[in-house]
């Protein structure tokens, strides 16, 4: 059963700390995206990554950034935690030519 | 402009009723189209991929048009479980492999 896995399912942080979320797939995929999901919004890319250590800016990447260092985890850091970053956020893998498949997402509140 | 739009909905429809979804997709280097679905709270799902000559599963149908720059769903007999939202999704090949999502279509069916 193919599987990508996000570290945590709920998380709550205070405003200014450094928030580390993790992803892990299994299926050896290239391609890795986190992305946050908000009410009427939809789902915004946040970064993506198309291989080890290789990165890209998504639509929104301000107050974060990601590390790629192995192929299959792909993490998401925000610097410095503010509410307005209180979201959902959602991590998926995918190779060329075959379905994305996302983890379980992890909500995040920023008090 | 958005480079992917959906209607948001919701659509409230009776079991057994026909209804369609579209998607308008900005960007005529897109190359891959996909509708996923997610139910509350959970992450989303492929429903079905689209391809250029249109294709059938079960009662759920997708087009694409190409010139139009446009993709549709249509679900015949809907049934209660098919409650969800409906996300459009755009595979963009120009210079790396992004998904691009609607904001997806939420869909109501009552009995």
């Not at chain 1, 599987?3 to 945590?8: A, D, G, L, P, R």
């Amino acid at each position: 059963d193919v599987k990508v896995t996000q570290s945590s399912r709920y998380l709550v942080k205070r405003t200014g700390e450094k928030v580390f979320l993790e992803c892990v797939q299994d299926m050896d995929h290239e391609n890795m995206f986190w992305y946050r999901q908000d009410p009427g919004l939809g789902l915004r890319l946040i970064y993506f990554s198309y291989d080890v250590k290789m990165k890209e800016k998504g639509d929104i990447p301000e107050g974060y950034s990601v590390s790629r260092e192995k192929k299959e985890r792909f993490s998401l850091i925000l610097e410095s935690a503010s509410t307005n970053q209180t979201s959902m956020y959602l991590c998926a893998s995918w190779a060329s030519n075959t379905e994305a498949f996302f983890g379980q997402g992890t909500r995040l509140t920023v008090v | 402009r958005k480079e992917v739009e959906q209607d948001p909905g919701p659509f409230n429809v009776p079991e057994g009723a026909t209804v369609a979804f579209n998607c308008t997709y900005s960007n005529s280097a897109s190359q891959s189209f996909f509708w996923y679905r997610q139910d509350c709270r959970k992450e989303p799902k492929l429903l079905m991929s689209v391809y250029s000559s249109g294709n059938e599963d079960g009662r759920f149908t997708a087009q694409l048009n190409r010139a139009s720059q446009y993709i549709s769903l249509l679900i015949r007999d809907s049934k209660l479980s098919d409650s969800a939202t409906y996300l459009c999704v755009v595979n963009l090949m120009d210079s790396s492999y992004k998904l691009i999502f609607g904001s997806g279509t939420r869909l109501l069916v009552r009995p």
